[in-house]
């Protein structure tokens, strides 16, 4: 299954969790059904929660079974501390097959580093894509290719965190060095010869992003911000509005209407910036919750005050 897709389809699940834990069981479980093979760990860890959530014990202990004895997968140890799963933490199998997943993440971290897909100059402006949480380097490129709408003038290149979040995908931290890896990647290319270069960044992408331009010599010309999850906002707001005036740097935020979590941020971010007077604008996606939406706005459609292409 398309990745956006599956990504859609686990809001949707949450949305209804929000009211009907069984409901959205039966809901996720009757799409899974229909492509067993086409779901990756995230469907499987929901459906172990809601059926924990939704008292089915050992619906839940058959998932985590599925998802890392069948599937060699593996979870952050953290997620399988759960209150939904709370009720399996006397059983021996549910012990036997976390201790296993631990394992496998203890792995994955030893031997996890930041990848940066840039291999030269092929285009006259660059875009760099910074995933969020729980996803990786092509969720990215599959996520913001969109926005550039085959426009050859653009050339989208990816940075991918570190650290490990799940099989397959990875994570950022909210502290003094998981955001380098992407400062490090926008100061590599200051000297590439690019007439612009833009980010994009989706959830905790785009708190990493605020975090390099802020902190460290980084800059572009313009940031994207969606579904903008952003803990340096309540400590370095005012590190954040300078650095963007004294860059010059355009920033364009979108978010979900219906995404309660980063509206807010999203909000308070914008009006500070619209209060120093910055170069600065806020889309509110409707009917959309912590996801792109269906049809992205394209690049070239921003109301920029210079447009780059």
């Excluded at 296993?100 to 930041?114: F, L, N």
């Excluded at 600065?280 to 690049?299: D, I, M, S």
Aim: charged share 20%; glycine share 6%; aromatic share 10%.
């Amino acid at each position: 299954m398309d990745v956006k897709k599956e990504d859609d389809l686990l809001e949707e699940t949450l949305s209804i969790s929000e009211t009907d834990y069984a409901q959205a069981y039966r809901f996720l479980l009757a799409a899974y059904e229909k492509e067993p093979g086409g779901f990756g760990p995230q469907t499987l860890y929901f459906l172990a929660c809601l059926a924990g959530g939704a008292g089915m014990q050992d619906a839940a202990l058959s998932w985590l079974r599925t998802a890392i004895e069948k599937n060699g997968w593996w979870y952050r140890p953290e997620v399988l501390v759960d209150d939904d799963l709370a009720q399996l933490e006397g059983s021996p199998e549910f012990l036997a097959l976390k201790a296993r997943s631990d394992a496998r993440y203890a792995d994955a971290v030893s031997a996890a580093k930041s990848v940066f897909s840039w291999n030269g100059k092929t285009a006259d402006y660059l875009f760099l894509a910074v995933h969020g949480n729980t996803q990786n380097a092509q969720t990215a490129r599959t996520d913001w290719a969109p926005i550039l709408a085959g426009d050859d003038h653009w050339q989208l290149e990816t940075i991918q965190s570190a650290e490990p979040d799940g099989y397959g995908t990875f994570r950022w931290s909210y502290d003094d060095t998981s955001f380098l890896p992407v400062a490090n990647a926008l100061d590599a290319m200051q000297g590439e010869g690019y007439d612009k270069i833009a980010c994009g960044g989706f959830s905790a992408g785009c708190d990493m992003l605020l975090r390099a331009i802020a902190f460290t010599p980084a800059r572009c010309d313009l940031l994207i911000l969606q579904s903008p999850w952003l803990p340096v906002l309540q400590a370095h707001k005012e590190a954040i509005l300078q650095a963007l005036r004294q860059k010059d740097i355009a920033l364009r935020i979108f978010c979900g209407a219906d995404d309660e979590d980063c509206l807010p941020l999203a909000q308070a971010l914008s009006a500070a910036a619209y209060q120093a007077g910055l170069d600065a604008a806020l889309t509110v996606q409707e009917n959309c919750r912590h996801q792109f939406p269906e049809t992205p706005c394209a690049l070239n459609d921003l109301p920029l005050s210079e447009n780059p292409a």
